[in-house]
T-cell receptor, first 114, second 113 residues
Framework: GDSVTQMEGPVTLSEEAFLTINCTYT??????LFWYVQYPGEGLQLLLK?????DKGSNKGFEATYRKETTSFHLEKGSVQVSDSAVYFC?????????????FGTGTRLLVSP | SQTIHQWPATLVQPVGSPLSLECTVE??????LYWYRQAAGRGLQLLFY??????ISSEVPQNLSASRPQDRQFILSSKKLLLSDSGFYLC????????????FGPGTRLTVL
């Protein structure tokens, strides 16, 4: 079945450092791909998404490119801030009409220190 | 605009007690609705989803159940809680079909003692 694999956390960075959180997937066909962010004590918020190969999703300085050849959707940010500290989830959504189910990775915790 | 509410925000319950968590969505009609659980230090586990009133699909066998008595209301229940039911419960909705982005509520922190 469909699955998502994320790098283990926590990822600990200093403010203004470059961030990469790896995400690879296994799926039939070409699913849509998502990054969600969860701040402490809150629900998940959609950070960015890409719906087809070579699409780049971007938001709040974060970017991720849908790479079909490597089945990856790595999250990057050029300069992280303390406020970016959160848990980041990679997810995919299968194809088809009607009900759409998201498959999530286990999440990667990011800790940014001043 | 659409909003999603969950209550209570936090709950502490003894083992063996019943549970009822509620989720409501405003500003949309006939949404797909979802219940997830997030155990400490773990990812999201889809528990139930619903594509319409009275239509519930279970993803994981367990002592929890879900109901959808109204179009925009989704309830998670248990007759007798277990210690392993502790976790962060998230409700989500999406627009069917063709839009697979999900929108999450603020969550309920459940502690079973």
């Amino acid at each position: 079945g469909d699955s998502v694999t994320q790098m283990e956390g926590p990822v600990t960075l200093s403010e203004e450092a470059f961030l990469t959180i790896n995400c690879t997937y296994t799926a039939t066909g070409y699913p849509s791909l998502f990054w969600y962010v969860q701040y402490p004590g809150e629900g998940l918020q959609l950070l960015l998404k890409a719906t087809k190969a070579d699409d780049k999703g971007s938001n709040k300085g974060f970017e991720a490119t849908y790479r079909k050849e490597t089945t990856s959707f790595h999250l990057e940010k050029g300069s992280v801030q303390v406020s970016d500290s959160a848990v980041y989830f990679c997810a995919l959504s299968g194809l088809g009409t009607g009900f759409q189910k998201l498959v999530f990775g286990t999440g990667t915790r990011l800790l940014v220190s001043p | 605009s659409q909003t999603i509410h969950q209550w209570p925000a936090t709950l502490v319950q003894p083992v063996g007690s019943p549970l009822s968590l509620e989720c409501t969505v405003e500003g949309t009609s006939n949404p797909n609705l979802y219940w997830y659980r997030q155990a400490a230090g773990r990812g999201l586990q889809l528990l139930f989803y619903s594509v319409g009133i009275g239509q519930i699909s279970s993803e994981v066998p367990q002592n929890l159940s879900a109901s959808r008595p109204q179009d925009r209301q989704f309830i998670l229940s248990s007759k007798k809680l277990l210690l392993s039911d502790s976790g962060f419960y998230l409700c989500a909705w999406s627009v069917p079909p063709g839009n697979n982005e999900q929108f999450f509520g603020p969550g309920t922190r459940l502690t079973v003692l």
